[in-house]
């Protein structure tokens, strides 16, 4: 496995492995480090372990053994507490975009505070007013700043997974997980959101950590790529690097390239 | 698909073998349905035998005619009268005949006749349709009813009379009469009564909705699989919690006990009690915002934490009193209002009763939230204390906690069941429940195992859900037996047992519409940091809320209908007055009933189906 670059590693994963309660190994001794403001993409087939690599990380799935060290944090042995603590300073964006349907795009951004307003005030649905400035500040970052009080489901794909992307800015986060932000998304619209993630990374020097399907877009947005098969990593190297025998480890041997 | 002629050679015994075992099953099946069926009508006495006997059939006619006019409106009546003189028996010497004058007249056919002897009243010049009664009327003027009679459309009618057995030498008399309607109708008192009854139906079911949704939301959640099977922790955890209730449920009795108390203290002036109460409300709300400031970017020190959860005790214990002193002041009110109201005087005891129903919450809400509290400081202590113990320290530690956690159970069910049986033996109360509740602790706790990872939500579901289904399998009916012996006959016993009902049906309904939501945004809004009570208001809420209100205006529908029977039971409304009715064979008046119920139902039936389309 290639050694991580010369900066100081932010984000460490080591000998990560997941066994779901089934008996199903979606991670199998998984090892990498990620530097700071790095925009790393993650890619293998369908059922390959990238959504739960992603959520071991945040925890929304629990590793079933290895080590995650974030900034010399553990979070693998943080308590619940910490947990949230850590949880709400990474940004998380799903191929479903996963929004409140019947909540109003506002308070779906707002939502991205919750990690930081006290549980009682936000309970009766109080938010401090720097928080709903902020909101509208990140509705407008993403272009649809006119659509803060419509309902979530009225907004079109392209439109909710920006809702997405604002939710996850609210948390002013130091990591985004992107999980297929734009598989769900027509090309067009699949590039205007990854700009958005580039220029989180650029400008806030953000940590991304985005799977994704499509190689030319791996290639235009990260600055290096892992690729994930049945589990384990077969890959972790720059982009231009993945040439066809690396294409077939990582997609198997059947597999044609389409973009 | 072609066979071989050698394949269905081999197969033709084999299936007619089975048609033959198919035919065999068939038989038995139907012998047996004959059986059951034959068994049913027994035992529930299926006769027609009763059904086809005339006088049966004559009184369900009389019922049948008397529900076809209920008993809602009368009027003035008017009594006209024919009559004529008879002998019991003939005199020697017949006084001559006068033939009958004016009208309308009565004349017997014979004028006299022996004690007993059937005579014919024959009438003429009666109204058309006349419906009225002939009467002999002896010497002292009594009348005795004889025969019912309706004039033919000539005004005519003909029946037979049976005279008297006792002879009498005095001319007596024979009379007809019929009653006629005049003047404009009103409404009878039965009218009255009816509507009284059937608004006190519509709101048992309203209040009976309302107190069994509100139980039924938060039960629901607690009932729904998907919120409830990733809360784990460990059994050590688990057991200090079950011993941390019952203590703080005991701290939170004498909280509220002493909160009482010093309440009384000051509420001997409603004024006082206003100043105490808005004074200690308002420190309330300082300490809140102070102790809990509506955004934080980074952690306090332990100090600072240390002394908001100092702040927030104090504010929980001055927001009880002020809350309770704020209930006496609202009682006080309402009994000032309900004298000075006059007509309205029911909003000032709505205003009294209710403030008595937040005192009664109040010192409920804060034994419970004593308890809850108490449990919840004491499995963060036992959370934090675990992990610094050697691994090899856990097990044991589990273990002694969990046996622990058994005996305390057993100890509350042992001390339970010496109250209800009245036992006194120690043994039998105290250490046998103890020891049987360590051996089971200890052995639970074993099979658990040491990880972190033990289902104490699941727990928690299946409990709730035992209790709503046990609840749910006890009618209403039932229940407001029990509930009447409690709190009387009347209305007050419909609501609860209404309630109770709405809990339990609700509660399983909801939870099921918890389980079918979108787990996306769950998984989103935790992702954000939040805890699992905000990921509830923001993530599953909103999807929950058009399902809730439809199913709670399709509970009230149901509790409408339930409403009007439960007075069958002792649950007041409008059943009670029908029962009453129909047990005195006032079917006129049960009538009247049966026709406000049918309207009220199928009114609410439109009503909350209208509703249901308006929220979804």
């Known amino acids: ?259 | 698909m072609a066979k071989t002629p050698n394949e269905s050679g081999d197969r033709a015994p084999s299936r007619r073998l089975a048609s033959l075992g198919r035919g065999l099953i068939y038989a038995v099946a139907v012998a047996g349905g004959i059986l059951i069926y034959a068994y049913g009508f027994q035992v529930t006495q299926v006769s027609l035998e009763e059904a086809r006997s005339p006088s049966r059939q004559e009184r369900l006619v009389r019922i049948l005619r008397a529900l076809a006019e209920p008993d809602l409106v009368e009027y003035d009546e008017q009594e006209t009268t024919a009559e004529t003189s008879v002998w019991v028996p003939c005199p020697k010497t017949l006084p001559a005949f006068e033939p009958p004058s004016g009208t309308p007249s009565l004349s017997l056919e014979p004028r006299c006749g022996a004690p007993g002897e059937r005579i014919t009243a024959v009438g003429n010049g009666f109204p058309p349709g006349a419906d009225g009664r002939v009467y002999f009327v002896p010497p002292n003027g009594i009348r005795l009813s004889q025969a019912e009679f309706r004039a033919d459309t000539d005004g005519a009618f003909s029946v037979s009379i049976q005279l008297p057995e006792r002879a009498s030498p005095e001319v007596q008399t024979v009379l007809a009469a019929f009653q006629r309607n005049v003047g404009a109708p009103r409404l009878t008192r039965n009218a009255y009564d009816t509507w009284d009854k059937i608004v006190e139906t519509v709101f048992m079911a309203l209040l009976g909705t309302t107190f069994g949704t509100m139980v039924a939301v938060p039960l629901s959640f607690l009932a729904a699989r998907n919120l409830m099977k990733d809360i784990t922790g460990t059994v050590g955890g688990l057991a200090l919690i079950v011993m941390a209730l019952p203590v703080g449920a005991l701290l939170g009795a004498i909280v509220s006990r002493v909160a009482l108390a010093g309440s009384a203290a000051v509420t001997s002036s409603p004024f006082a009690t206003a100043v105490v109460a808005s004074a200690s409300l308002a420190v309330v709300a300082r300490t809140l915002r102070w102790a809990m400031p509506s955004e934080e970017t980074s952690t306090p020190s332990l100090r600072i934490r240390a002394a908001r959860i100092v702040a927030l005790l104090v504010a929980s214990l001055l927001g009880l009193l002020g809350s309770v002193l704020a209930a006496r002041l609202m009682s006080y009110v309402g009994d000032q209002l309900a004298e000075l109201l006059g007509l309205a005087a029911f909003i000032g005891t709505f205003l009294a009763d209710l403030g008595d129903v937040l005192e009664l919450i109040l010192g409920a809400a804060a034994v419970g939230g004593v308890a809850v509290v108490v449990a919840s400081l004491s499995g963060t202590l036992g959370a934090r204390l675990r992990p610094r113990l050697p691994p090899s320290a856990r097990r044991p530690y589990d273990l002694t906690l969990s046996a622990l956690a058994g005996a305390v159970l057993g100890l509350l069910l042992g001390a339970f069941l010496a109250w209800l049986y009245r036992l006194v033996d120690v043994r039998v109360t105290v250490v046998a429940p103890a020891a049987v509740g360590a051996v089971v602790g200890l052995l639970l706790g074993w099979r658990a195992g040491t990880g972190d990872t033990f289902p104490i939500g699941l727990v928690v579901y299946n409990l709730t859900r035992t209790v709503l289904n046990v609840l749910r399998a006890v009618e209403p009916l039932i229940m407001v037996i029990v509930v009447a012996v409690w709190v009387g006959i009347g209305p007050f016993a419909g609501v609860l047992a209404l309630s109770l009902h709405t809990v339990a049906a609700l509660g399983k309904l909801f939870s099921e519409d918890v389980e079918t939501i979108q787990s996306g945004p769950l998984e989103a809004v935790t992702a954000t940091g939040a805890t699992r009570l905000q990921m509830i208001v923001y993530a599953v809420v909103p999807q929950i809320v058009p399902t809730y209100v439809s199913l709670t205006m399709y509970r009230w529908d149901i509790n409408v209908r339930l409403s009007t029977i439960i007075g069958f039971a002792g649950g007041g409304g409008i059943g009670f007055l029908l029962s009453q009715n129909a047990n005195l064979g006032n079917y006129r008046a049960a009538s009247a009933q049966i026709l406000a119920i049918a309207l009220v139902v199928t009114a609410m039936d439109y009503l909350s189906t209208y509703l249901r389309g308006k929220a979804v």
């Open chain 1, 1 to 259: 496995m290639r050694a991580g670059t010369s900066e100081p590693a932010m984000l460490s994963i080591r000998h990560l492995s997941k066994t779901y309660e089934g008996g199903v190994r979606a991670l199998t001794d998984v090892s990498f480090d990620v530097p700071d403001g790095q925009f790393l993409a993650i890619i293998g087939l369908s059922g390959s372990g990238k959504s739960t690599l992603l959520r071991c990380i945040n925890r929304l799935v629990e590793p079933t053994s290895g080590q995650i060290v974030w900034d010399g944090v553990d979070i693998t042995a943080a308590s619940r507490d910490e947990t949230r603590r850590i949880r709400r300073q990474i940004g998380m964006v799903f191929q479903h975009f996963n929004l409140v349907h019947r909540s109003s795009v506002l308070t779906n951004v707002l939502a991205g505070r919750l990690g930081y307003v006290t549980p009682a005030w936000s309970l009766v649905n109080h938010f401090p007013k720097a928080d709903v400035a902020k909101a509208m500040h990140e509705l407008n970052r993403v272009g649809i700043p006119d659509k803060a009080h419509s309902r979530a489901d009225e907004l079109s794909g392209g439109q909710q997974q920006r809702v997405g992307v604002a939710r996850a800015l609210m948390q002013d986060p130091r990591m985004i997980l992107a999980d297929e932000p734009v598989a769900s998304l027509d090309p067009v619209l699949a590039h205007s959101i990854m700009q958005y993630l580039e220029l989180i990374n650029r400008e806030d020097n953000v940590m991304v950590l985005c799977s994704l399907h499509f190689l030319d877009l791996v290639h235009r947005y990260a600055d290096r790529a892992i690729a994930l098969n049945e589990g384990r990593l077969v890959f972790d190297g720059a982009p231009q690097e993945i040439d066809h025998a690396r294409f077939k480890a990582i997609y198997g041997q059947d597999a044609e390239r389409v973009g």
